[in-house]
C-alpha cells in the first residue's frame, strides 16, 4: 500500500524482557525531573546503558492529554536522531495512576513520529523506530491494547497524509481513485457517484461547486458491514467535506487566504481514516463514511453568486458567496445519508467556517446538533480523547439569517453574523428531525501553525469519532 500511505516511522512491539538484549530505554517520568515542560527530554549514558528519560510534568497536572503530549515530542525526537531500537517498560506505567496510561503514551509516539516529507528531493523510505514494549512475560491484553492504539493512529496518520496532498496529486476524481484502492485493501464496500449519477439524481448543490473544475464533483461511499447481531442494526454514518482545493470560486479568495487550501479536505480525509481504522478493528456496529469532494475553481462555467439550485432534498438554495461551498457538498451528502440509510446517527466533519477559529481558537471545535444525548456522547469522546468539542446553539430565530427571498435558503447570511452557527443551521435543514445528528466545525483544530506560514494536519476528529464508536 506504498502508493497509498507512507509506512510508519514509528512501530510498537510487545517484546518479553527475558527476550530484550538492548542498552537504549525509555523513561517516563511522572515528576518534575527532568524539567518541568511537558515532553522535555534528557539523554543520559551509563557504561553500555542509554535512557532517555521524558519529563510528564508535575504530580498534579498529569493526566492522558499530559502523557501522550509527552509520547509525541519522544516519537518526534526518535525519529528525527534515527533511532533503531528502544525499550520501554510496560509495568512503569502501572505505578501511573492514570487510567489508558501506556495506550496514551504509545498514541503520542506514533502521532509524533509522523512526518509529510515524500516530495522533497532525496527522500528515501527510512527503517522505523522499533519501539519494544517490555512486560514480563508474553502478555495479550498489552498486546491487544497496543494493536487498537496502532490501528486508531494509523487511521489519524492517514487522514493527516492525505490532508497535506496538493491539489495537483488529490483531486475529486483521483481520490475516489485511492478510495477504491484503500477499500480494496481494508474489505470495505466502495461505490463512487460520478457527475452522471448524482446529475441523474438531482444531486445539484454537490454538482454545483464543482462546475468550474475539470475535475467533476464525487461523492464517495465506504460501507463497513459490522459483525453479528449489531451488524443488523441501522448504521452510523459519518460525513466528511472534501473540498480538494478551494479559491473561493467568483467570491475569491485573497492572496493570504488562498494558500493552504489545500487543506479544506480535511473533513473527508478523517472520514477515510475513520474508515480504515472502523475495517481493521472489525467493529460490530456498521458503519458509513461519505466523503462529499468538490474542487471550487473559476471558470465560465462555475456557479455564480445570486443562482439558484436544486439540492437532492429538493430545496432550492441561493448562492449568496460561492465560497460557502462546503455547506452545499454537505446538504446533498447529509440528505443521501438520511435517505438512502435510514441511520441511527449522522455525525458531519467539516472545515466549514473561519468564524469557529475566531469564537474558539485551535482549542476546541464547534459542536452543533439536534439531539442533546448525542451531542453529550460526542462531548465527553472530545474529553478522553482531547480532541474537545465546545456546543454552539441552533436556536430558530438563527434560520432568519439565511431564510430565503427567491428561494428556500440562501448559502450564507451575507453578513459576518454568527457565521458557525449559520452553518449549522443551513446544514440542519437537510436532516429530519427524527435523525439524530451532529455537525463537527474543525475549521480551528484541523491544522496547527508549526511556524509561520507552516502548517501541519492533525487528523482531529477521527479519535474522537472512533471513541464514539467503541462506546455503541
Same mark, same amino acid.
Given at each position: 500500500?506504498? /502508493?497509498?500511505?507512507?509506512?510508519?516511522?514509528?512501530?510498537?512491539?510487545?517484546?518479553?524482557? %527475558?527476550?530484550?538484549?538492548?542498552?537504549?530505554?525509555?523513561?517516563?517520568?511522572?515528576?518534575?525531573?527532568?524539567?518541568?515542560?511537558?515532553?522535555?527530554?534528557?539523554?543520559?549514558?551509563?557504561?553500555?546503558?542509554?535512557?532517555?528519560?521524558? %519529563?510528564?510534568? %508535575?504530580? /498534579?497536572?498529569?493526566?492522558?492529554?499530559?502523557?501522550?503530549?509527552?509520547?509525541?515530542?519522544?516519537?518526534?525526537?526518535?525519529?528525527?536522531?534515527?533511532?533503531?531500537?528502544?525499550?520501554?517498560?510496560?509495568?512503569?506505567?502501572?505505578?501511573?495512576?492514570?487510567?489508558?496510561?501506556?495506550?496514551?503514551?504509545?498514541?503520542?509516539?506514533?502521532?509524533?513520529?509522523?512526518?509529510?516529507?515524500?516530495?522533497?528531493? !532525496?527522500?528515501?523510505?527510512?527503517?522505523?523506530?522499533?519501539?519494544?514494549?517490555?512486560?514480563?512475560?508474553?502478555?495479550?491484553?498489552?498486546?491487544?491494547?497496543?494493536?487498537?492504539?496502532?490501528?486508531?493512529?494509523?487511521?489519524?496518520?492517514?487522514?493527516?497524509?492525505?490532508?497535506? *496532498?496538493?491539489?495537483?496529486?488529490?483531486?475529486?476524481?483521483?481520490?475516489?481513485?485511492?478510495?477504491?484502492?484503500?477499500?480494496?485493501?481494508?474489505?470495505?464496500?466502495?461505490?463512487?457517484? !460520478?457527475?452522471?449519477?448524482?446529475?441523474? #439524481?438531482?444531486?445539484?448543490?454537490?454538482?454545483?461547486?464543482?462546475? !468550474?473544475?475539470?475535475?467533476?464533483?464525487?461523492?464517495?461511499?465506504?460501507?463497513?458491514?459490522?459483525?453479528?447481531?449489531?451488524?443488523?442494526?441501522?448504521?452510523?454514518?459519518?460525513?466528511?467535506?472534501?473540498?480538494?482545493?478551494?479559491?473561493?470560486?467568483?467570491?475569491?479568495?485573497?492572496?493570504?487566504?488562498?494558500?493552504?487550501?489545500?487543506?479544506?479536505?480535511?473533513?473527508? #480525509?478523517?472520514?477515510?481514516?475513520?474508515?480504515?481504522?472502523?475495517?481493521?478493528?472489525?467493529?460490530?456496529?456498521?458503519?458509513?463514511?461519505?466523503?462529499?469532494?468538490?474542487?471550487? #475553481?473559476?471558470?465560465?462555467?462555475?456557479?455564480?453568486?445570486?443562482?439558484?439550485?436544486?439540492?437532492?432534498?429538493?430545496?432550492?438554495?441561493?448562492?449568496?458567496?460561492?465560497?460557502? *461551498?462546503?455547506?452545499?457538498?454537505?446538504?446533498?451528502?447529509?440528505?443521501?445519508?438520511?435517505?438512502?440509510?435510514?441511520?441511527?446517527?449522522?455525525?458531519?466533519?467539516?472545515?466549514?467556517?473561519?468564524?469557529?477559529?475566531?469564537?474558539?481558537?485551535?482549542?476546541?471545535?464547534?459542536?452543533?446538533?439536534?439531539?442533546?444525548?448525542?451531542?453529550?456522547?460526542?462531548?465527553? %469522546?472530545? /474529553?478522553?480523547?482531547?480532541?474537545?468539542?465546545?456546543?454552539?446553539?441552533?436556536?430558530?430565530?438563527?434560520?432568519?439569517?439565511?431564510?430565503?427571498?427567491?428561494?428556500?435558503?440562501?448559502?450564507?447570511?451575507?453578513?459576518?453574523?454568527?457565521?458557525?452557527?449559520?452553518?449549522?443551521?443551513?446544514?440542519?435543514?437537510?436532516?429530519?428531525?427524527?435523525?439524530?445528528?451532529?455537525?463537527?466545525?474543525?475549521?480551528?483544530?484541523?491544522?496547527?501553525?508549526?511556524?509561520?506560514?507552516?502548517?501541519?494536519?492533525?487528523?482531529?476528529?477521527?479519535?474522537?469519532?472512533? *471513541?464514539?464508536?467503541?462506546?455503541?
Amino acid at each position: 500500500m506504498n /502508493e497509498i500511505q507512507l509506512p510508519s516511522r514509528l512501530k510498537l512491539i510487545v517484546t518479553p524482557l %527475558s527476550s530484550w538484549n538492548g542498552n537504549f530505554y525509555l523513561e517516563p517520568l511522572p515528576s518534575d525531573a527532568p524539567g518541568t515542560n511537558i515532553g522535555e527530554l534528557l539523554l543520559r549514558e551509563t557504561n553500555e546503558t542509554k535512557i532517555l528519560s521524558v %519529563s510528564l510534568g %508535575s504530580h /498534579e497536572e498529569l493526566n492522558s492529554a499530559v502523557i501522550r503530549e509527552a509520547g509525541k515530542q519522544t516519537g518526534k525526537w526518535l525519529t528525527e536522531h534515527r533511532t533503531s531500537d528502544v525499550a520501554l517498560s510496560a509495568a512503569l506505567f502501572e505505578t501511573i495512576e492514570v487510567d489508558f496510561a501506556l495506550e496514551a503514551f504509545c498514541e503520542g509516539l506514533l502521532l509524533g513520529a509522523f512526518r509529510f516529507d515524500r516530495y522533497k528531493f !532525496g527522500h528515501e523510505e527510512t527503517i522505523p523506530v522499533s519501539v519494544h514494549v517490555l512486560t514480563v512475560a508474553k502478555d495479550s491484553a498489552v498486546s491487544d491494547k497496543l494493536a487498537r492504539v496502532a490501528a486508531i493512529i494509523t487511521g489519524t496518520n492517514l487522514a493527516r497524509e492525505w490532508s497535506h *496532498e496538493p491539489a495537483n496529486i488529490i483531486n475529486p476524481v483521483t481520490l475516489g481513485e485511492r478510495a477504491k484502492s484503500l477499500a480494496s485493501a481494508s474489505g470495505l464496500k466502495c461505490t463512487i457517484l !460520478g457527475e452522471k449519477e448524482l446529475t441523474d #439524481m438531482g444531486a445539484g448543490a454537490i454538482i454545483s461547486v464543482g462546475l !468550474g473544475s475539470k475535475t467533476p464533483s464525487q461523492m464517495i461511499i465506504l460501507e463497513h458491514q459490522g459483525k453479528g447481531v449489531t451488524a443488523e442494526k441501522s448504521p452510523v454514518v459519518v460525513i466528511g467535506k472534501a473540498i480538494t482545493f478551494d479559491t473561493g470560486g467568483y467570491s475569491l479568495k485573497d492572496k493570504a487566504g488562498i494558500v493552504g487550501m489545500k487543506f479544506d479536505k480535511c473533513g473527508g #480525509m478523517n472520514v477515510i481514516g475513520i474508515m480504515q481504522a472502523v475495517a481493521e478493528l472489525e467493529l460490530p456496529v456498521p458503519v458509513i463514511g461519505i466523503i462529499a469532494a468538490a474542487e471550487n #475553481m473559476i471558470s465560465k462555467e462555475a456557479y455564480r453568486p445570486n443562482d439558484i439550485i436544486t439540492s437532492l432534498s429538493g430545496k432550492t438554495i441561493e448562492i449568496i458567496s460561492t465560497d460557502a *461551498e462546503g455547506r452545499m457538498v454537505l446538504a446533498d451528502a447529509l440528505t443521501y445519508a438520511s435517505t438512502q440509510y435510514k441511520p441511527r446517527a449522522i455525525i458531519d466533519l467539516a472545515t466549514l467556517t473561519g468564524g469557529v477559529r475566531t469564537a474558539l481558537g485551535s482549542v476546541r471545535a464547534g459542536l452543533m446538533s439536534n439531539n442533546d444525548k448525542l451531542a453529550t456522547e460526542l462531548f465527553a %469522546s472530545g /474529553e478522553k480523547t482531547n480532541e474537545r468539542l465546545w456546543q454552539l446553539p441552533l436556536d430558530e430565530d438563527y434560520f432568519e439569517l439565511i431564510r430565503g427571498t427567491d428561494s428556500d435558503i440562501k448559502n450564507s447570511a451575507g453578513v459576518p453574523t454568527a457565521s458557525p452557527i449559520v452553518g449549522g443551521m443551513f446544514l440542519k435543514q437537510f436532516v429530519p428531525d427524527e435523525i439524530p445528528w451532529a455537525h463537527i466545525d474543525i475549521a480551528g483544530t484541523a491544522t496547527v501553525e508549526k511556524s509561520k506560514g507552516i502548517r501541519l494536519a492533525t487528523g482531529f476528529g477521527v479519535r474522537l469519532v472512533l *471513541e464514539f464508536l467503541f462506546g455503541i
